[in-house]
C-alpha cells in the first residue's frame, strides 16, 4: 500500500475541500471545487468523484491508486449506514444515503462522518491531539461545532448527536436564538457570530467610546477580529465582551471535562486564531470550574491543523475501516 493513497473530502455549503493523502496521514494534493447545491443536491457526490477521478488522470495516476474516501459533512450523520439525517443548506432531503451515493459515482470503499467529528479526529491524527486516545474538540467558528472522542473512537450516540457542544445552554432565560431553534446556546456567545452579536449589543447601548466603537463608525460593521484586536489594544468595551465569552467556554469545557477527562480539549476553527490570549483566558475560566483531579490533568491547547483537519480526519475514517 506503500505507493497507494485515501482521499479525504470536506463538504462545505459553499465549497468542498479534498486531500489525497499517504496513509501516514502526509497531504500529497489538496484542492476545492464549488459545492453545486442545486436540483436537490443531487450532482454533489457525482461532482466529487468526477474531480477525484480528473486529478488522479492529471497525475498520471491509475483509479486503483486510491483504496477508499473518507468525507465530513455538516450535518448528523449514522456512521454505520451513512445516511446523513438532517443539513440545511446543501438541497438534500432528510435521511440522504450519503455514503451509498458517493461509492456508487466513484466506484470505491466510502465512509462518512460528521464534520466537527472529522476535525477531531484529525487533530487526535496528526495535530494538537498528538495521538490522545480521549480529547474533545470544539470548533469555534461561524457556529460552534464539537467532536468528541473516547478510547480511540468519536463518541456518536443514538442519533448521531451526540457531541454537539455548541447546543449546550449558558444562558437559561431570556438567552439569543440560536440557528437549532432553541435560544442561549453556546453558540451564540462564543462563535465569531456570537461575539459580533454580544459586541454590537454593548455598543447599541450608547455613549461608548474606544476603539471598537471607531471601528464600527469607520466600516459600518465589525468582525470578531475586530473585537479580539480592541481589545488588544486595551478597549474596555471589547474586554467586557471577550470576558463574558471566556467565561462561558470555561465554564461548559470544565463541566465536559468532569464528565470524560479527557487528555487534551483542543480549540479550533477562525476563532481560535486569536490564540494564546484565548488559549490563556479559557484556561483560566476552566481552572475554576474543573473538578482537582481533572484541572491537573485535562490539558486545553489551540488546534494545529487549520482548514485541513476536516479532510484529514476523513481520510483517518476510511484508513481506518480499510484496516479493520
Ligand atoms: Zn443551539
Not at 453545486?36 to 498520471?60: F, P
Not at 477531531?120 to 486516545?133: P, R, Y
Not at 470544539?138 to 463518541?155: D, F, K, M, P, R
Not at 491543523?305 to 480499510?322: E, R, S, Y
Request: aromatic share 4%; net charge negative; hydrophobic share 40%.
Amino acid at each position: 500500500m506503500a505507493n497507494q493513497w485515501i482521499a479525504g473530502v470536506d463538504l462545505g455549503g459553499t465549497t468542498t475541500k479534498i486531500a489525497f493523502i499517504t496513509m501516514d496521514g502526509e497531504i500529497v494534493h489538496k484542492w476545492e471545487i464549488p459545492t453545486d447545491n442545486s436540483n436537490e443536491g443531487q450532482n454533489i457526490t457525482t461532482n466529487i468523484a468526477k474531480a477525484i477521478n480528473e486529478k488522479l488522470n492529471q497525475l498520471g495516476k491509475s483509479n486503483d491508486s486510491l483504496l477508499g474516501i473518507g468525507m465530513g459533512a455538516p450535518g448528523p450523520v449514522d456512521y454505520e449506514t451513512g445516511i446523513i439525517l438532517n443539513v440545511v443548506n446543501l438541497g438534500w432531503k432528510d435521511n440522504y444515503p450519503l455514503k451509498e451515493s458517493l461509492e456508487a459515482a466513484a466506484s470505491m470503499p466510502v465512509a462518512v462522518e460528521n464534520d466537527a467529528n472529522c476535525a477531531a479526529l484529525g487533530e487526535m491524527w496528526k495535530g494538537a491531539g498528538n495521538g490522545a486516545k480521549n480529547l474533545v474538540c470544539v470548533t469555534l467558528g461561524t457556529g460552534v461545532g464539537g467532536g468528541v472522542i473516547a478510547n480511540g473512537s468519536i463518541v456518536q450516540g443514538k442519533n448521531g448527536a451526540a457531541g454537539e457542544i455548541g447546543h449546550i445552554t449558558v444562558i437559561p432565560d431570556g438567552g439569543a436564538p440560536c440557528n437549532c431553534g432553541k435560544t442561549g446556546c453556546l453558540e451564540t456567545i462564543a462563535s465569531a457570530t456570537g461575539i459580533v452579536r454580544l459586541a454590537n449589543e454593548e455598543l447599541l447601548k450608547g455613549e461608548s467610546k474606544g476603539e471598537l466603537a471607531e471601528r464600527l463608525a469607520a466600516n459600518g460593521k465589525i468582525t470578531s477580529k475586530d473585537v479580539f484586536e480592541s481589545a488588544e489594544n486595551g478597549d474596555a468595551l471589547a474586554n467586557k465582551v471577550l470576558k463574558e465569552v471566556y467565561f462561558h467556554l470555561g465554564f461548559v469545557l470544565a463541566s465536559i471535562a468532569n464528565t470524560l477527562n479527557p487528555d487534551n480539549i483542543v480549540l479550533g476553527g477562525g476563532v481560535s486564531k486569536a490564540g494564546n490570549i484565548l488559549l490563556d483566558a479559557v484556561t483560566e475560566n476552566f481552572a475554576k470550574f474543573a473538578f482537582s483531579a481533572v484541572r491537573d490533568s485535562t490539558k486545553l491547547a489551540l488546534a494545529t491543523l487549520g482548514n485541513d483537519a476536516g479532510v484529514l480526519g476523513a481520510a483517518w475514517l476510511i484508513k481506518n475501516k480499510l484496516n479493520q
